[in-house]
């Protein structure tokens, strides 16, 4: 069966440290990726998705980016944090895009 | 864009009772309407979900309704017991224009059963 993971689970970071949260899927080939974030325990705020390697595709601009260096692993990125940055971070996947979405174990972020 | 309401934006009920959450969406083309159910801390998960085909489905104590017209579905819970309690979000999953593929969410309920 798929299973997704994410790490690490929680991390605080000072204001203008870099970031990385990285999740991989194991159990299937060629997933669809995404990335959300959750403010305030409420709303899903899509962040990026990627349909292959090398395929990333942002929703919202701001100081963050994407990659997917492996087929079944997909990274979130920051080099300079902002307090606004804080937030619950959730990897998901899918087998076809537009099709039901599994979401990993979230990653909690607190910048200082 | 697709835009999806969500309501109420919480709910209170006593054990055993009924709890009924509604969403209304924009977009005509949507075709995939699933619903998922996150508690405290934790990662939403997929408690079901209905495709636009379809006007109906039950699983056990919970059921969703779909009315393509109005472009609006409902999520129904029966029986409500307090392990119910959690943050439930609607979403809808376009078929095409540009947000095709896309899932885009509800503003959730939270839902509590008191015993």
């Given amino acids: 069966s798929q299973t997704i993971h994410q790490w690490p689970a929680t991390l605080v970071q000072p204001v203008g440290s870099p970031l990385s949260l990285e999740c991989t899927v194991e159990g299937t080939s060629n997933p669809n990726l995404y990335w959300y974030r959750q403010a305030a325990g409420r709303g899903l705020q899509l962040l990026f998705y990627s349909v292959g390697i090398g395929q990333i595709s942002s929703e919202v601009p701001q100081n963050l980016s994407a990659s997917r260096p492996q087929d079944r692993q997909f990274i979130l990125s920051s080099k300079k944090l902002l307090l606004s940055d804080s937030g619950f971070y959730l990897c998901a996947w899918s087998v076809v895009f537009g099709n039901t979405i599994y979401f990993g174990e979230g990653s909690w972020l607190t910048v200082v | ?115």
Avoid at chain 2, 6 to 17: A, F, K, N, Y
Avoid at chain 2, 62 to 77: M, P, Y
């Fill in chain 2, 1 to 115: 864009g697709e835009n999806v309401e969500q309501h109420p934006s919480t709910l209170s009920v006593q054990e055993g009772d009924s709890a009924v959450i509604k969403c209304t969406y924009s977009d005509s083309a949507s075709n995939y309407f699933p619903w998922y159910k996150q508690e405290l801390g934790k990662r939403p998960q997929l408690i079901i979900d209905i495709r636009s085909n379809v006007g109906e489905k039950k699983d056990q104590r919970i059921a969703v309704t779909l009315n393509k017209t109005a472009k609006h579905f409902s999520l129904h819970i029966t029986e409500t017991q307090p392990e119910d309690s959690a943050v439930y979000f609607c979403a809808v999953i376009n078929a095409g224009g540009t947000s095709y593929g896309k899932l885009t969410f509800g503003q959730g309920t939270i839902l509590t059963v008191h015993p």
